[in-house]
């Protein structure tokens, strides 16, 4: 029973932040519409969130363990509470920018701390693999109900009105809830607590990196672990592909309802609404990942998924630049271009999961929490660099080449899964050392 409740409090807390992380395409929007400012100004709260990400995996992750991965969850739900309440009672651009400070620093502990846990309720790489792929197919879940959530609260006559800020009092209430359940549930977490240090020291393949046969068996700060493991292949391979997925997916994701509003001509909520496409293709991508993931083996999947990609925008874009407003204004009236482009979330939806467990389940558990602080981080600088690229060429020019430009990263990713898919073959042959036991000391 307790295994359940912990499970579902995962789920919750990721679909919560799901919202308030995806929202922030949304909230750009609105905030140009509500407070008059231009896009790349809007496109600070992107980097209020992602810098924030960054800066606080990079500070505590590796010392999560010592506070505990269930202390942490609950400290990030009390933060975002108190921000939620914020929005309503001081309706600002500079309380928007608040937020997404705390929105960020709190889901840099979530993160962790859910990935982690993850590595403590499973016990092999393929239930590593099916549990983070509906863990994360939930986020996208929660980000395809975030869309229609704060489309109820906008007024469709007249955007700019500040009633869209009351969507936070009901997410402050939803995320009490949960705060309760993750309180109420229970987490071994003694496995987590082993000499991270001691693992970190003997890798596999550990005569190939003389980084790592420079450590010494004096005790190492928990902040050593991240930056000995940059120097592992394996990682930072994984690294340049999660920063140049995470790129990608920003560019469409934060900038999909203001390319839907200016491209395509649509009202503000009709342009959110349609942008929660892509959210809920990449749900359903995620989910049916891993059924998949049976069958194919994960490195051809992505590759076909990287290469549909390109495929998607070369054809579709010219569609959205051709496109005129419609007639009526109401969702079926839409172009075609705004119900295609967004199924490029079915094609990216394995990437980011199957990536990370590979790397993850690679690793012995103590250096999850630092492994997972890395992610956080290069992820953050993913977004941010994507959202503020996508943000310029978008006012300079347009749209479509705000879009166009996602190709050349996707040509980039191609070529680190490659090497990322070498890298993790090689490790997987590799003798094993005292370190990838759960018992190290």
């Known amino acids: ?43 600070i709260l992107e980097a209020c969130k992602d810098l924030t990400i960054a800066a606080t995996s990079l500070l505590v992750a590796s010392f999560l363990p010592a506070v505990g991965y269930r202390r942490s969850m609950m400290l990030g739900l009390v933060l975002v509470t108190v921000a939620c309440l914020a929005m309503p009672m001081f309706p600002a651009f500079r309380t928007t920018e608040l937020l997404f400070v705390c929105v ?34 939930l986020f996208m879940v929660g980000v395809l109900c975030g869309g229609w959530l704060f489309s109820a609260f906008i007024d469709p006559v007249a955007p700019a009105n500040a009633s869209w800020f009351r969507v936070y009092w009901l997410l402050a209430a939803i995320a009490c809830a949960v705060l309760v359940l993750v309180k109420s549930s229970r987490l071994d977490e003694s496995q987590s607590r082993a000499a991270a240090s001691a693992a970190i020291s003997a890798t596999p393949g550990a005569a190939a990196h003389t980084a790592v046969q420079a450590a010494t068996a004096a005790p190492q700060r928990p902040f ?37 509003r200016e491209v395509l001509m649509l009202p503000n909520t009709v342009s959110i609404q349609l942008a929660s496409i892509l959210a809920g293709a990449t749900a359903l991508g995620r989910i049916g990942a891993g059924m998949l993931l049976k069958r194919v ?31 009526r204004l109401g969702w079926l009236d839409a172009p075609l271009a705004a119900y295609v482009i967004p199924l490029i979330g079915l094609l990216m939806a394995p990437i980011y999961p199957v990536i990370n467990s590979v790397a993850l389940s690679s690793l012995p558990k ?5 492994m997972t602080g890395l992610i956080l981080l290069f992820s953050a600088l993913g977004g941010t660099l994507g959202s503020r690229i996508t943000a310029i060429v978008f006012s300079r020019f347009d749209g479509v080449h705000a879009f166009y430009f996602s190709l050349l990263p996707m040509l980039l990713l191609l070529l680190t899964l490659s090497r990322f898919r070498r890298e993790s073959e090689r490790a997987s042959v590799m003798p094993v050392g005292p370190a990838f036991s759960s018992t190290a000391a």
């Open 297 to 327: 083996r994960w490195h051809v999947l992505l590759n076909a998924c990287v290469l549909a990609m390109g495929l998607l925008i070369v054809l579709t874009l010219p569609l959205a630049a051709h496109a005129s407003r419609p007639a």
């Open 366 to 370: 103590p250096l999850h929490a630092a």
């Open 224 to 260: 050593d672990d991240m930056l000995r493991m940059l120097g592992w292949p394996l990682v930072y391979c994984f690294l340049a592909s999660a920063f140049l997925y995470v790129l990608i997916e920003q560019s469409f994701g934060t900038w999909l309802p203001t390319f839907n």
């Open 104 to 137: 960020g620093l709190s889901f840099a502990l979530i993160k962790v701390a859910v990935y982690s846990s993850i590595g403590l309720l499973t016990t092999d790489q393929a239930s590593h693999s099916r549990l983070t792929n509906l863990i994360e197919g």
């Open 1 to 43: 029973m307790n295994r359940w409740r912990i499970l579902a409090a995962l789920a919750l807390i990721y679909m919560l932040f799901a919202v308030l992380l995806n929202s922030v395409g949304t909230v750009i929007l609105q905030s140009i519409v509500t407070f008059g400012i231009d896009k790349p100004q809007a496109s």
